[in-house]
């Protein structure tokens, strides 16, 4: 199954500022995705990376709070814009192929701190 | 959209018990119904799934069985250890989009 390495692991940052969130799979793989899991709570799908093209966001998020790029089929990007407090949360993308041969296999997460 | 419902949300048994983690999902179409183990700090970690054309998977001391008609599916731990436990989420997936459950925290007592 696909190794994903992401980063940072952790960070505290500053209301109003940005951070972006790197993953990078060791394949090539047809879908990257980033989720939101609030501590001790379920995985909330924030949106799926499209490949060369704009992402598709789920109900409650949008694309000038989290822009995502995904440039080519082993790397993507979220940044977490203009932050604020209630932004604080463990980030995790994930990746798999069609069909999930291996299924979906998930970065290690960036614990987020806004202050 | 899907949605995944699962229970309990916690569940206590003793060494060497089974335990059983239950889902059912609203969508007909979904095709996938992975299981993930998440340990404390950790990433989730894909422990066993199944495909829509399959009625049951074993791999060791876990099964996962699925039914169509009712949509729901199951995981199956059987002769439990501490290291068990864990919060475990389900998930279906429809065209490669997934949706998981609330998460079981399971704990396996010595």
């Known amino acids: 199954s696909a190794v994903i390495s992401q980063k940072p692991s952790r960070d505290i940052c500053q209301r109003g500022t940005s951070l972006t969130i790197q993953c990078q799979v060791d394949s090539q793989v047809t879908m990257m995705f980033w989720y939101r899991q609030q501590p001790g709570q379920s995985l909330t799908l924030i949106a799926t990376a499209n490949q060369g093209s704009e992402a598709t966001y789920e109900s409650g998020f949008v694309i000038d709070k989290f822009p995502i790029s995904r440039p080519n089929l082993t790397f993507s990007t979220l940044t977490v814009s203009n932050m604020s407090p209630e932004d604080s949360s463990i980030y995790l993308c994930?990746?798999?192929?069609?069909?999930?041969?291996?299924?979906?296999?998930f970065g290690s997460g960036t614990r987020l701190t806004v202050v | 959209g899907e949605n995944v419902e699962q229970h309990p949300s916690t569940l206590s048994v003793q060494e060497g018990d089974s335990a059983v983690i239950k889902c059912t999902y609203s969508d007909s179409a979904s095709n996938y119904f992975p299981w993930y183990k998440q340990e404390l700090g950790k990433r989730p970690q894909l422990i066993i799934d199944i495909r829509s054309n399959v009625g049951e998977k074993k791999d060791q001391r876990i099964a996962v069985t699925l039914n169509k008609t009712a949509k729901h599916f199951s995981l199956h731990i059987t002769e439990t250890q501490p290291e068990d436990s864990a919060v475990y989420f389900c998930a279906a997936s429809i065209h490669n989009d997934m949706r998981f459950g609330a998460g079981t925290r399971l704990t396996v007592k010595p």
């Open positions: 994930s990746a798999g192929g069609q069909g999930a041969v291996y299924g979906y296999t």
